[in-house]
């Protein structure tokens, strides 16, 4: 099993809609967790942190549920300019950070 | 630098050949990861530095791949004898070191193995 795991997609939406994405994790000890997104052939760029309480940054919301050892990013009111790659990540002991395999997203016209 | 900057940008290679990936990250950050990216793939931990230290070299995939950090600053990842199947992105982050520190990534090394 992967260490973090995620549907690679694609998601295809319409623009306006609601899409939620899930990631899973094997280690229970992680300590934090992050959002990056990449755009293709681009690097991976932060889009928010994770934490435990969820947190939510206007469109996008984030919530870590530790029992079940998964996160999840909600999009609402999908853009266009929202297609891109999420990449769930995970950071252990000693900053040791785990990438996802990433999940696509498409936002059609 | 304002940013993380890596180089070259683009490596075209012979099998067999060797090839050093450069990478300098921003001013003060501790620590630095290097990753490997194949075309639609996730990203793939390979190393990473604290200072000059590595206290993981578990994600190198063979002995024909190593990396070194001189002076807290710039980092040399070196393939020897490459081959096919080391074509791939090699992205390489900066953070603070702190936990829960946000990674600054540049912009890659794409290299290219005929």
């Known amino acids: 099993r992967k260490e973090v795991e995620q549907d690679p997609g694609p998601f295809n939406v319409p623009e306006g809609a609601t899409v939620a994405f899930n990631c899973t994790y094997s280690?229970?000890?992680?300590?934090?967790f992050f959002w990056y997104r990449q755009d293709c052939r681009k690097e991976p760029k932060l889009l928010m942190s994770?934490?435990?309480s969820g947190n939510e940054d206007g469109r996008f919301t984030a919530q870590l549920n530790r029992a079940s050892q998964y996160i999840s990013l909600l999009i609402r009111d999908s853009k266009l300019s929202d297609s891109a790659t999420y990449l769930c990540?995970?950071?252990?002991?000693?900053?040791?950070?785990?990438f996802g395999g990433g999940t696509r997203l498409m936002v059609k016209p | 630098g304002a940013g993380v900057s890596q180089s070259p940008s683009n490596k075209v290679t012979e099998k067999g050949k060797d090839v050093e990936l450069r990478c300098d990250p921003i001013?003060?950050?501790?620590?630095l990861y290097w990753y490997r990216q194949s075309l639609g793939q996730g990203l793939e931990f390979l190393i990473y530095?604290?200072?000059?230290?590595?206290?993981?070299k578990s994600g190198l995939p063979s002995d024909r791949f190593s990396a070194e950090r001189t002076g807290g600053s710039v980092s040399t990842l070196t393939i020897q004898r490459t081959q096919q199947e080391d074509s791939a992105v090699y992205l390489c982050?900066?953070?603070?070191?702190?936990?829960?520190?946000?990674?600054?990534f540049g912009s890659g090394t794409q290299l290219s193995v005929l």
């Open positions: 982050a900066s953070s603070l070191g702190q936990r829960n520190e946000k990674l600054f």
């Open positions: 990540v995970v950071e252990n002991a000693g900053n040791m950070l785990t």
């Open positions: 001013s003060g950050h501790t620590a």
């Open positions: 994770v934490y435990s």
């Open positions: 530095f604290q200072g000059n230290s590595a206290p993981d």
């Open positions: 280690n229970s000890a992680s300590q934090s």
